[in-house]
Each structure stands twice: as C-alpha cells, then as structure tokens.
C-alpha cells in the first residue's frame, strides 16, 4: 500500500532550527512535495524534490533520499509566522499526491 | 506563481438544498483539477480528480451522486454539493496542476456550513 508518515506534532524555538522528517511509500515515485498550512486557510507550495540531495530556497530546504524512502524538510530562523501544519507528499507512478496528516508545528517565544 | 482562485469563500446554506462551489485557475491551463475537504484538525481528504472534459474520478467512499463535479474547460471545475446536509459542513478545497510541472496549486478553500 501508500503510505506517508510524518510526526504529528513539533515545538521549536523562535530563532532556532527544526527539521520534520518525512518517511514515504508509493507505487512508482514522481517527487515529495512540502506544503505549508496556516490555521483555516490553504495549503502553499514549498517544495518539490525529486532527485536525491538538498534543495535550499532562503529559509527552507528539503532534502530527499529515494533509496531510503525518506525526507526531510529544514527550518531556519524559526519565526513566529512559520507556526503552521506542514503536510508532506508523495507523487506516484499515476501523478496523483498520497498526503500525510500534517505536522503541526507550535514556536514558542 | 500559478494562482488559483475558489468561490464562493463561504457559503450558509439550509439542509436539503444545493450549493455550487467554483475553482478557477487564473494563469494557466489546468489539465487536472482536485477536490479536498478538510474538517477540522484533520488531514486533507481526497474527493475526486477531474481531466478536462472528462468524468471525475471519485476516492472510495465518496458518493459521486451527491458531490458532482464538472471540469469543463481548462480553467474552470465545479463541485455541486446536492441535497446538502449538517455533515457535509466542512472546508473544501480545490487544487489545479498543469500537465507539467507536477505541484498542485491550491485554491483558498470555501467553508461550507449547513444549518
């Protein structure tokens, strides 16, 4: 089966770094996909790995290893407006996105 | 970037009766158009997938009868939530991809309420 995993839930410090990890299994593998969701709103797109290794865009990285199935997305310089859900998915062989439950991550002053 | 734009942003509607939610995308063509609802504190929930021109197709458990969905151009799909009831409130949420590149671009969400 498909399958996304991710921690539910994250507190860091404002300033500080955090990084969400992201474990997938899909039929077939198109790229992980990171999204943002602030409270009531919808999700942003940040991201998109599909090849191995580290993409960095300001603030935010992800990082993708195929072979172990595995992601992670990095935060630096933690803000007060970075307190959101972030959701990881998985693209598979058929183009459709199997989407974890989302990471809520909580700053604390 | 791509936008996307959903509407109504919020709709009350009376049990019993039909509401038509629209999803546009505004700068490009969208050959795929998706369906979410999200209640709250949960994940997003996959309803449907629709092609251009071409019947939607609907996650298992979802009744195809009650939401129906129309993607008649490229830039336009709607999601008709018919004989709506208490429990169908909740947030939906579009998402529109090009063939190419492959990130869904999400709508601001309508929030449904049924009284």
């Given at each position: 089966g498909q399958n996304i995993d991710q921690p539910t839930e994250m507190t860091a410090t404002e300033g500080a770094i955090v990084q969400i990890n992201c474990t997938y299994q899909t039929s077939g593998f198109n790229g992980l996909f990171w999204y943002q969701q602030h409270a009531g709103e919808a999700p942003t797109f940040l991201s998109y790995n599909v090849l191995?290794?580290?993409?960095?865009?300001?603030?935010?990285?992800?990082?993708?290893?195929?072979?172990?199935?595995?992601?992670?997305?990095?935060?630096?310089?933690?803000?007060?407006?970075?307190?959101?859900?972030?959701?990881?998915?998985?693209?598979?062989?058929?183009?459709?996105?199997?989407?974890?439950?989302?990471?809520?991550?909580?700053?604390?002053? | 970037g791509a936008v996307v734009s959903q509407h109504p942003s919020w709709v009350i509607c009376k049990s019993g009766t039909s509401v038509k939610i629209e999803c546009r995308s505004l700068d490009f063509q969208a050959t795929t158009m998706f369906w979410y609802r999200q209640f709250p504190k949960q994940s997003l929930m996959l309803m449907a997938t629709s092609n251009e021109g071409s019947k939607a197709t609907y996650e298992q458990g979802v009744e195809k009868d009650k939401f129906l969905i129309n993607h008649a151009s490229l830039t336009l799909s709607t999601l008709t939530v018919t004989s709506a009831h208490p429990e169908d409130s909740s947030f939906y949420i579009c998402s529109a991809r090009e063939t190419e590149p492959y990130e869904q671009y999400f709508g601001p969400g309508t929030r449904l309420t049924v009284t």
């Open positions: 191995d290794g580290l993409e960095e865009k300001g603030r935010f990285s992800s990082f993708l290893s195929r072979s172990k199935g595995y992601s992670y997305l990095l935060l630096k310089e933690l803000q007060m407006k970075d307190s959101a859900s972030y959701l990881c998915a998985g693209m598979d062989s058929n183009y459709q996105l199997i989407w974890g439950a989302g990471t809520k991550l909580i700053i604390k002053p | -």
